[in-house]
């Protein structure tokens, strides 16, 4: 796993931790699915709560797939397709990047999951 660039990084680091375990306010963020996957999904006779487990436990985190030390982004493969996540920071009111993703009060948290070929 890449070290951290500073303190502020390996704080956005543990908040992006948090959100992908589920140990995060709920008014703080959001989980999408793209609809490409979703059906993909429901093609297998399974619901998204089945893909759940790929996100929340990612750990192979390198310098190819987290070259800024965030922990905001991974791959894996479901059934036989290959899917990315990715966490991207708003506002609180969702309008713009936030001002300081290190920061759970200015920060919305968007982690959208999809078919690597959606990307």
């Known amino acids: 796993m890449p070290e951290p660039k500073d303190m502020q990084t390996e704080a956005i680091a543990i908040l992006n931790d948090k959100f992908r375990k589920g140990d995060y306010p709920s008014n703080r963020g959001d989980i999408l699915f793209t609809r490409g996957l979703v059906d993909?999904?429901?093609?297998?006779?399974?619901?998204?709560?089945?893909?759940?487990?790929?996100?929340?436990?990612?750990?192979?985190f390198t310098e190819d797939n987290d070259p800024h030390g965030e922990r905001d982004f991974g791959s894996f493969v479901y059934g036989d397709k290959k899917c990315f996540w990715k966490i991207d920071y708003y506002d609180p009111t969702q309008t713009m990047h936030s001002e300081d993703p290190a920061d759970i009060e200015k920060t919305h948290r968007v982690l959208t999951v999809m078919l690597a070929n959606e990307y």
């Open 40 to 60: 993909y999904i429901a093609s297998r006779n399974e619901g998204t709560e089945d893909v759940a487990p790929f996100i929340r436990d990612y750990s192979d």
